[in-house]
C-alpha cells in the first residue's frame, strides 16, 4: 500500500537519495518550495505539496504547510474511527512520514553584523509545527529531523524494527531538537539575564571516559554556539582522550589565564592555582609558577597566554603533566611534547578573555544557581590604607598581584606573593587561619619570602591572621575589609608595624 512522505528541508544533504529509497519502499514523496525544486533536479518524482493543501505557499513563503490537509493527515490516529471518519469527509489522505529539518537560524545569527530582520526570516514556524505534530502522533507516523539518520531509518525498515521502542526515540529527538531550536531563538532575543523562564540548550560534544570517578558516567556538552574565549573552542593537538576531571581544571585555567595582559603562566590542580607567574618571558613566567609548588604541579594542568617555545617545552617535558594549554606552540616545541604519548596538548588561539556577558551556573539537586562572573579587579590606586605604616611601591604591586592572584582561589583563600608570582597558596579550608597558615608554610622557605605580602579572598573575622603573618615576617596584607572586628585586625597590624590595605571587595570562589 502507498505511503505518504512529506519532505520539507532546509539542509539538503542526501534529501535525494533518501527519497528515491522511500519511493522504492512504496512511499509517495511530498515536498515543498526548495526541496521540490531539489528533488526534481535529481531525478525524484515528488509532488508539490499545493496538491495536497490545494493552497499556493504565500507571505515569501511563511505559509505553505500551515494548512489542516496537512496536519490533519498527520495528527489523526489510525485506531480512532471518529478521526478516520473526519479524513475521509474532508477529503484529507494520512501522512506516513515526515522528514523536516529547520531554518538555519543558527547559521543566521553566526554571520557578522546580522540583522535582527534577517534573524527573524529564519525562524521555522511550519517545520518545527509538523515535527511537533508527527512526533506527537508518532505510534502512527515516522518522524525524521536529523539527516544522519536517513541510513538508519531504512535499515530499521527493511529490518521490520519499527515498532514504538524505534518511533519513540524518533519522536523525543524531535522534541529535543525543537526545544534546543527555541532555546537558541529565546538567547537571541532575550537582554535579561534573569528571565522568569530560563531556557539552556547544549550540543554534546564528546563522551568522557567516566565522570570524577570510575562509577560515574558523564559526557561533555557545549553551548551551540560557544563563547571566542573557552574550552569549547579549544583545539586539542595531542594526547589521549580528556577526562571529567581534566575539563573541569582546564577551564579553571583558561579563566584564570584570560586576567593577565603580560607573559604569564597558570598551574591548576583540582580547579583552583597552586602556581601563578609572570614576568618579561614566558620561560621566567614559568619558571616562577613551577617554583610556587614544585611537588602539587604534578600531574596538573599548565595554561600559557603566549606561544610555548623550545626553551619551555624542554622544562615541561620533565615533569608529569596532564594538559598543556597556550595560544600556540612552536614546531620544535611541539615535536619535543609528543613524544610523550598522553600529555594533551591544546590551543585557545583567541585569548579575548571571558565574555563580560557570560554567566556562570552551578547545578544543585532540583534547579541551577546563576550568576554574572567575577571580572572584577581592584587597583591598587583604589586600596584602602587603614594602618599607620605605608606600603612602599614593591609592596604595592605585589599586593595588586596579591589580589588578583586570590580571586581565583577557591575560598577560604589566602596567598602568599611578591609582585608576579605565588609564594604559597592556602585554599578550601573552612577557616581563615588554616588556610593563612599553609600559605604562609608553603612560602617562608622561598628565597623572594621577604618581599612577600598576604592576600586574603574576603575579611578577617579575627585578628589570629594578621597576628600569625606579622609573626612569620610578612610586612603587608591585603583583604576586602568589613568585618564588625576590622578595629581588632588594624590594631593588631600597628602593633607589628605592618601595612593592612583593604579593597572592599569579597573574591568567595565556592
Known amino acids: 500500500m502507498t505511503k505518504l512522505a512529506v519532505l520539507s528541508v532546509s539542509d539538503k544533504r542526501g534529501i535525494s537519495d533518501f527519497a528515491k529509497q522511500l519511493i522504492q519502499r512504496d512511499f509517495k ?24 493543501t490545494h493552497f499556493k505557499e504565500m507571505l515569501d513563503g511563511r505559509v505553505k504547510t500551515l494548512h489542516p490537509n496537512v496536519f490533519g493527515g498527520i495528527l489523526a490516529k489510525r485506531d480512532n474511527p471518529k478521526h478516520m471518519k473526519q479524513l475521509k469527509e474532508n477529503h484529507i489522505s494520512t501522512i506516513d512520514l515526515v522528514c523536516v529539518n529547520l531554518y538555519p537560524f543558527k547559521a543566521t545569527i553566526q554571520k557578522p553584523n546580522v540583522s535582527e530582520d534577517d534573524a527573524l526570516e529564519n525562524i521555522d514556524i511550519g517545520g518545527p509545527s509538523m515535527l511537533r505534530a508527527a512526533a506527537k502522533n508518532y505510534h502512527d507516523v515516522f518522524v525524521i529531523t536529523d539527516p544522519s539518520d536517513y541510513k538508519d531509518f531504512i535499515e530499521h525498515y527493511d529490518q521490520k524494527d519499527t515498532g514504538d521502542t524505534y518511533r519513540h526515540h524518533l519522536a523525543a529527538k524531535v522534541f529535543q531538537t525543537t ?10 532575543l532575550s537582554n535579561d539575564p534573569f528571565p522568569d523562564k530560563l531556557t539552556l540548550t547544549y550540543e554534546k560534544a564528546d563522551v568522557m571516559r567516566y565522570g570524577e570517578n570510575s562509577h560515574q558516567k558523564a559526557a561533555y556538552y557545549k553551548e551551540p554556539i560557544p563563547e571566542t574565549f573557552s574550552l569549547a573552542n579549544a583545539k586539542k593537538l595531542h594526547g589521549k582522550k580528556i577526562s571529567y576531571n581534566n575539563m573541569c581544571d582546564a577551564d579553571a585555567a583558561l579563566r584564570i589565564i584570560s586576567e593577565y595582559k603580560e607573559p604569564a603562566v ?15 618571558t614566558l620561560y621566567k613566567a614559568w619558571r616562577r609558577a613551577y617554583e610556587s609548588d614544585t611537588m602539587s604541579i604534578f600531574g596538573g594542568i599548565v595554561a600559557f597566554n603566549r606561544t610555548v617555545d623550545l626553551d619551555v617545552a624542554k622544562d615541561l617535558h620533565k615533569i608529569f603533566l596532564e594538559i598543556v594549554i597556550a595560544p600556540k606552540f612552536s614546531d620544535d616545541a611541539y615535536k619535543l611534547l609528543a613524544e610523550k604519548k598522553n600529555i594533551r596538548l591544546m590551543t585557545v588561539e583567541d585569548f579575548t578573555g571571558i565574555d ?8 544543585l539537586l532540583g534547579g541551577i544557581l546563576r550568576q554574572t562572573p567575577d571580572l572584577t579587579y581592584e587597583a591598587p590606586s583604589t586600596f584602602k590604607i587603614v ?3 605605608q606600603p612602599t611601591d614593591e609592596q604595592m604591586k605585589a599586593m595588586a598581584f596579591g589580589q588578583h592572584a586570590v580571586k581565583n582561589v577557591k575560598s577560604n583563600a589566602v596567598v602568599v606573593t611578591t609582585g608576579n608570582e605565588t609564594l604559597g597558596i592556602g585554599a578550601g579550608q573552612p577557616n581563615r587561619i588554616d588556610s593563612a597558615k599553609i600559605a604562609i608554610h608553603k612560602a617562608i622557605n622561598k628565597p623572594d619570602y621577604n618581599h612577600a605580602v598576604m592576600a586574603s579572598d574576603a575579611f578577617f573575622p579575627m585578628d589570629d591572621c594578621v597576628k600569625y603573618a606579622a609573626t612569620h615576617d610578612i610586612k603587608a596584607i591585603v583583604e576586602p575589609g568589613g568585618s564588625i572586628r576590622d578595629k581588632d585586625s588594624i590594631k593588631m597590624a600597628d602593633h607589628y608595624g605592618i601595612v593592612l590595605a583593604f579593597t572592599g571587595v569579597r573574591h568567595f570562589k565556592h
Do not use: Q, W
Not at 563580560?356 to 547545578?363: A, G, L, N
Open 179 to 188: 526545544a534546543a531550536y527555541d532555546a537558541l531563538i529565546s538567547k537571541y
Open 387 to 389: 594602618t599607620k605604616a
Open 29 to 52: 514523496i511530498v515536498s515543498t518550495g526548495g526541496t521540490f525544486e531539489e528533488l526534481k533536479k535529481n531525478g525524484v518524482d515528488a509532488t508539490p505539496v499545493e496538491d495536497i
Open 266 to 280: 597558570v598551574a591548576v590542580k583540582h580547579r583552583s592555582p597552586c602556581g601563578i607567574g609572570t614576568d618579561d
Open 356 to 363: 563580560p556577558h557570560h554567566m556562570d551556573e552551578v547545578s
